[in-house]
């Protein structure tokens, strides 16, 4: 665990505000709707199944034991998916969408909010829950999506490194292109069930770094990752996973290793000293930062 570096002119936490995104909140689809339930999977976690290229999570596995009914979070249309049971919202532009249930209705089934729409399928143990808005998936942790989510806990920060490709650097003389990054990972706030998944690591809501000058007062910040409100796009995947990133497994956590600045250009900066800072973010705005010392060198 890297210590902590100072506040002083830290921008406060989530500052910035997040990118819109839809902001009529909707209970949990699982009851009781009105009370917090545990999420073993975030929004953009790292995925990759098999065969299937990387890819970023496009909704939040929420925990719960085979054969639980899930319930319709707004009014709207029911439509089958080949793997999904998708709620169409009477009410603005969004579908939410069930994933690893099987339906309880006929294709096209007018629901309230309530209703009860399938129960998760053998072997899954959660339900994969995603909201398209204006058909971009949206964060559905984000403030203004599902409520109440409470976190009061803080992302933590593992180490921060440079590295040449998949090789290590020394911090004492960084020359031309390299990488800064970060290893960093959030916890689900709700304690997950008995193992095997409750020793999940999860994605941060954002991440921001910069390198301040020995004897100077500040620098800019810069935002490495942001998955306060929509999916990362595809093609970012490679650029935001470095390839010591593992997934969770079960009994097994995963590893969260995050790209601050890919083949960063070194000698845009006068040789010296520099803090590499970073601060890391939960979608509620807990944070934790962390810094260690590099010198340029080109």
């Given at each position: 665990?890297?210590?902590?570096?100072?506040?002083?002119?830290?921008?406060?936490?989530?500052?910035?505000?997040?990118?819109?995104?839809?902001?009529?909140?909707?209970?949990?689809?699982?009851?009781?709707?009105?009370?917090?339930?545990?999420?073993?999977?975030?929004?953009?976690?790292?995925?990759?199944?098999?065969?299937?290229?990387?890819?970023?999570?496009?909704?939040?596995?929420?925990?719960?034991?085979?054969?639980?009914?899930?319930?319709?979070?707004?009014?709207?249309?029911?439509?089958?998916?080949?793997?999904?049971?998708?709620?169409?919202?009477?009410?603005?532009?969004?579908?939410?969408?069930?994933?690893?249930?099987?339906?309880?209705?006929?294709?096209?089934?007018?629901?309230?909010?309530?209703?009860?729409?399938?129960?998760?399928?053998?072997?899954?143990?959660?339900?994969?829950?995603?909201?398209?808005?204006?058909?971009?998936?949206?964060?559905?942790?984000?403030?203004?999506?599902i409520v109440p989510y409470v976190d009061a806990t803080s992302p933590t920060v593992v180490t921060l490194f440079a590295a040449d490709g998949t090789r290590k650097l020394s911090l004492d003389a960084l020359g031309g292109r390299v990488d800064?990054?970060?290893?960093?990972?959030?916890?689900?706030?709700?304690p997950l069930p008995a193992p095997p998944w409750n020793l999940t690591r999860v994605a941060p809501a954002l991440i921001r770094w910069r390198l301040v000058r020995a004897g100077a007062a500040s620098a800019l910040w810069h935002t490495a990752?942001?998955?306060?409100?929509?999916?990362?796009?595809?093609?970012?995947?490679?650029?935001?996973?470095?390839?010591?990133?593992?997934?969770?497994?079960?009994?097994?956590?995963?590893?969260?290793?995050?790209?601050?600045?890919?083949?960063?250009?070194?000698?845009?900066?006068?040789?010296?000293?520099?803090?590499?800072?970073?601060?890391?973010?939960?979608?509620?705005?807990?944070?934790?930062?962390?810094?260690?010392?590099?010198?340029?060198?080109?």
């Amino acid at each position: 665990m890297l210590p902590l570096v100072s506040a002083v002119h830290l921008i406060a936490a989530l500052a910035l505000a997040a990118p819109a995104a839809a902001h009529a909140t909707y209970g949990w689809p699982l009851k009781p709707f009105d009370q917090q339930h545990p999420v073993r999977s975030f929004f953009d976690d790292p995925r990759q199944e098999g065969a299937e290229a990387a890819s970023f999570h496009f909704g939040v596995d929420i925990s719960a034991p085979d054969g639980t009914a899930v319930y319709a979070v707004a009014d709207g249309l029911v439509r089958l998916q080949p793997d999904s049971v998708a709620l169409v919202a009477d009410a603005g532009d969004r579908v939410f969408s069930y994933w690893h249930v099987t339906s309880a209705l006929p294709d096209g089934t007018r629901v309230t909010a309530g209703t009860e729409i399938g129960t998760i399928k053998p072997g899954f143990g959660h339900v994969h829950f995603a909201e398209l808005h204006n058909g971009a998936y949206v964060n559905p942790l984000r403030p203004g999506g599902i409520v109440p989510y409470v976190d009061a806990t803080s992302p933590t920060v593992v180490t921060l490194f440079a590295a040449d490709g998949t090789r290590k650097l020394s911090l004492d003389a960084l020359g031309g292109r390299v990488d800064l990054l970060v290893d960093c990972y959030d916890t689900p706030p709700t304690p997950l069930p008995a193992p095997p998944w409750n020793l999940t690591r999860v994605a941060p809501a954002l991440i921001r770094w910069r390198l301040v000058r020995a004897g100077a007062a500040s620098a800019l910040w810069h935002t490495a990752v942001d998955f306060r409100s929509y999916l990362a796009p595809p093609e970012r995947f490679a650029n935001v996973y470095a390839p010591w990133t593992t997934l969770n497994r079960p009994g097994k956590p995963g590893r969260l290793v995050y790209f601050l600045a890919r083949r960063f250009d070194t000698s845009r900066l006068p040789n010296g000293r520099y803090r590499l800072q970073v601060a890391v973010f939960d979608s509620q705005g807990n944070n934790a930062r962390a810094g260690l010392w590099v010198t340029l060198g080109n």
